[in-house]
Nanobody
């Protein structure tokens, strides 16, 4: 069974930084990877994605503040989040997709509050 395990969430003050990590139990080399988030009462949204060719994409609200990266040797994906705002508060989910299916992590809570 494929597993995606997130880590790195927590409580941070506005303007602070966090780095989320997602460790996969299989090779991510051919996979499209992304980070989604879901705030209470809102739909889950795609925050950032990275293709197998390292092409990245971001939702407008995080451009210039978040950076997604991947390590195909360690089979990990990271989301560096800087200048965090209260509206970034949400559960963040790692997502992976390949020819044979797609996969979700269990989520990690990020809370931005003073």
């Amino acid at each position: 069974q494929v597993q995606l395990v997130e880590s790195g969430g927590g409580l941070v003050q506005p303007g602070g930084s966090l780095r989320l990590s997602c460790a996969a139990s299989i090779s991510i080399l051919p996979m499209y990877m992304g980070w989604y988030r879901q705030a209470p009462g809102k739909q889950r949204e795609l925050v950032a994605s990275i293709t197998s060719a390292y092409s990245t994409n971001y939702v407008d609200s995080v451009k210039g503040r978040f950076a997604i990266s991947r390590d195909n040797v360690e089979n990990t994906v990271h989301l560096q989040m800087n200048n965090l705002k209260p509206e970034d508060t949400a559960v963040y989910y790692c997502y992976g997709r390949q020819m044979f299916g797609d996969y979700w992590g269990q989520g990690t809570q990020v809370t931005v509050s003073s």
